[in-house]
């Protein structure tokens, strides 16, 4: 299913995110817009016809901004979506751009009130004059309406731009992590958070790393993983101590020096963090590979997957062009068995962590059709090319997948190609 509009900056996908039953699946774009769509429920005359992904509600969640203090221009992009557990007939979801997160409550009308006393229908007030009889007001049905409303805007904490939001388990609280600080918030408390972690220097310029992104445990409240720019991964335990500067585990790959190159650091950093849905791995994403690490053992990763390896001869130009520092993150699939991210050219990859096999498969107008079948591709590095197998110097790196998210429990991906949204899922019947 292929989502195209006529490509605009602001259009540009910047998060995708399914709620927790995978019933809702949420967009944030460049102009700071939420886009959540709806799956279709199965008609028992059609039985393949569910699945499908219909637009549910469109709201505008951040604006442009201007920091005066600091003649700084705020961005109103949405870095990051996080759905919270449903609760009620509501549905809540948190959204933040560079410095202020703000939680949603999108809900639905299908039902009005008429008959006021006070009122007309129109909502004027009637002269009290007029009013000689009591009338009882009734529910009327009226078209279903879905409403997004900002129940709570979270502000002001951050001196550098948010680059993760995680719900705890406990579901009172959420973090949120910037270049050199992460805070804890409760739900409830809009004006103050908790500092857990600032690892900003006395003096700036001994500044050599900073924070990647961020993320709770999904099981213990509170333990939480952080990533950094040097390619390290910290767990903290909040039980420990009130400001988690020390670390409970520290996991880090010792570099292989015969790899070692003017890019080394800048490709060891994290671009993202996730653990497994089990709560037993941790997955990260720097540039050329996915590393998944048992929590059991902090010298090395259990195992790494090349996402890219044929760029490693490119990455001076990829330097040049600024792709170096793109961002790409890392899903699991709802059991951890599969693993996903994407590259350029419109290529994401898939690991199977049980079979090693691995496949490159292409998210591109073609195969947006209904029940297109995705068909592997295959890079070519120097030497003859055949003729299914695409040059590595005929890649376009302007067309990135960084942006990708999992049904929580079904085979069903969705891929954001730059201002493209395509959602695949298995074949069924």
Not at 193 to 207: H, Q, R, T, Y
Not at 318 to 336: A, H, P, Q, R, T
């Amino acid at each position: 299913m292929d989502m195209g509009k006529l490509p605009g900056k602001a259009d540009i996908i910047s998060t995708v995110e399914f709620n927790h039953t995978g019933e809702l699946l949420a967009t944030g774009d460049k102009g700071g817009r939420v886009v959540i769509f709806q799956r279709e429920q199965e008609s028992k005359n059609q039985v393949h016809r569910r699945g499908e992904y219909n637009v549910y509600s469109t709201f505008q969640s951040h604006e442009p901004e201007f920091d005066y203090l600091k003649s700084l221009e705020i961005e109103e992009k949405i870095n990051k979506i996080r759905w919270l557990p449903q609760q009620n007939a509501a549905y809540f979801l948190l959204s933040t751009n560079d410095k202020t997160v703000k939680l949603w409550k999108v809900s639905e009308r299908d039902k009005r009130p008429e008959g006021y006393n006070l009122k007309d229908e129109e909502g004027r007030l009637r002269d009290p004059a007029t009013i000689t009889t009591l009338r009882v007001p009734v529910l009327r049905p009226m078209d279903l309406m879905v409403e997004a409303t900002p129940r709570r805007v979270f502000s002001n904490a951050h001196t550098y731009h948010i680059n993760s939001i995680s719900v705890n388990s406990d579901y009172e609280t959420y973090m949120s992590a910037d270049d050199l600080r992460i805070n804890l918030w409760n739900f409830e408390i809009t004006n103050q958070s908790f500092n857990i972690v600032d690892i900003k220097p006395a003096n700036m310029e001994e500044l050599t790393e900073v924070i990647t992104a961020a993320e709770f445990h999904p099981h213990h409240c509170n333990t939480f993983v952080y990533s950094s720019s040097k390619g390290t991964i910290r767990l903290c335990d909040m039980r420990a101590s009130a400001l988690c500067d020390r670390h409970t585990k520290f996991f880090e790959e010792p570099e292989d020096p015969s790899n070692r190159s003017f890019f080394s650091e800048i490709i060891s950093s994290i671009s993202d963090v996730k653990f497994s849905h089990s709560g037993r791995y941790i997955m990260t994403r720097d540039y050329l590979t996915v590393k998944v690490w048992d929590l059991n053992m902090e010298n090395r990763p259990i195992e790494t997957y090349q996402v890219h390896d044929y760029l490693r001869s490119k990455l001076c130009s990829l330097y040049e062009n600024d792709c170096i520092f793109d961002k790409f993150e890392c899903v699991w699939n709802g059991s951890d068995s599969v693993i996903m991210t994407g590259s350029y050219n419109n290529f994401f990859r898939m690991f199977d962590r049980n079979t090693k096999r691995d496949v490159t498969l292409e998210a591109s107008r073609e195969n947006s059709k209904p029940r297109a079948i995705l068909k592997p591709r295959k890079v070519c590095v120097g030497g003859k090319r055949r003729k299914d197998e695409i040059s590595v110097d005929s890649l376009d790196f302007s067309k990135k997948i960084l942006h990708t998210a999992w049904h929580p429990s079904e085979n069903i991906i969705a891929v954001a190609a730059t201002n493209n949204l395509y959602i695949f899922q298995d074949k069924v019947n």
